[in-house]
């Protein structure tokens, strides 16, 4: 294996739904790779494995392994071969390591100075890795692994935030994100002398190039009424939303009452119904960041992963 390639397995595992590397797979890399892997920390031990692929025959099959303890107090592992019947099984094969992709999380995280902190919010697919200072917006960043549709739906539909993949990007639009703010991961990092490192230059050059090419924002007072009545409604939620969390992460014994739309309407300065009609919005060009909000505002556990 080329050393550049060292991190290859690293990256095609992120595809599996349970990625775990098996002794028997692990040997079969170069030692450097194997060596360069365990010293950036990318894997790391899991539970034993109860079967093996017997190694007596050619036929690849796999067998559950037995146990049996000695009168001394060793014990012997076996298989059975049909073909060369009890066939001992070394307990090193047993060993497994799983990826540890938080490490590249931690990575990109470090690398672009993001605030908020670095929280795993799909345990092993989805990490919120905070707010960072890109191209000259403040963007917030996202790493996903295993891109599902229903991993999909959790994914923000903006028109700032950064996401990263680990594995390969899915084919079939499920991501809402502009593809120029999406990054596959593999492409980016490398290993250097046991440690991970992060072309952050890359990211940066794209996204400040996209900034270019991008429309001006419309001037506020050039709004249609709509537009100002959804730029309203999107301030009063994240108000309520950044008061609300601030209320719970302070632990004070507050119980705050729902957010109603005929509160909402009162809070934003615009009618019941013209708030009805911004939030049942079915268009495709309904205000997805809006939608959001609604969603979490009177949800305590959401409003925690909320940035502002």
């Keep these: 294996m ?29 030692r450097g790779a194997r060596d360069a892997l365990f010293a950036a920390g990318l894997l790391t031990p899991c539970q034993t ?19 049996v303890t000695c009168p001394n107090g060793s014990t012997f592992m076996f298989i059975h071969c049909p073909e060369y019947g009890c066939i001992e099984v070394e307990p090193e094969r047993l060993r497994q ?3 540890r992709y938080g490490a590249a999380a931690e990575l990109l995280a470090g690398t672009f100075g993001a605030t908020g902190g670095c929280r795993e919010t799909v345990p092993g697919r989805l990490w919120d890795l905070g ?5 000259g917006q403040s963007r917030p960043l996202w790493l996903a692994r295993r891109i599902t549709p229903d991993l999909a739906a959790r ?11 680990l594995g390969t990007l899915p084919g079939d639009g499920r991501i809402r994100i502009a593809p120029e703010r999406v990054f596959e991961v593999r492409h980016l990092v490398r290993l250097d002398e046991g440690r991970l490192c992060l072309d952050a230059e890359a990211v940066r050059g794209q996204l400040a190039q996209v900034l270019r090419a991008q429309p001006p924002e419309p001037r506020p007072g050039k709004l249609d009424r709509r537009a100002r009545a959804v730029q309203a409604v999107k301030k009063a939620i994240r108000d309520q939303a950044l008061m609300r969390k601030s209320v719970r992460k302070k632990n004070w014994d507050t119980a705050l009452p729902p957010l109603t739309q005929k509160g909402l309407a009162e809070l934003a300065g615009v009618s ?4 009805s009609r911004i939030l049942n919005d079915g268009s495709d060009s309904r205000d997805r960041e809006l939608q959001m909000l609604w969603e979490i505002v009177n949800r305590p556990e959401a409003l925690m992963r909320y940035h502002g």
């Design 97 to 99: 390591w799983t990826p």
């Design 131 to 135: 707010r960072a200072a890109i191209a």
């Design 49 to 67: 494995a109860q079967s093996v692929v017997c190694d007596a025959c050619n036929e690849d099959h796999v067998e559950e392994v037995d146990a």
């Design 2 to 30: 080329k050393p550049h390639d060292t991190l290859e397995l690293f990256w095609d595992m992120a595809q599996l739904s349970d990625p775990v590397l098996a002794h028997d797979d692990l040997v079969q890399l170069p």
């Design 272 to 275: 019941e119904p013209t708030l």
């Design 155 to 165: 994914l923000p539909a903006d028109r700032v935030s950064v996401l990263f993949v």
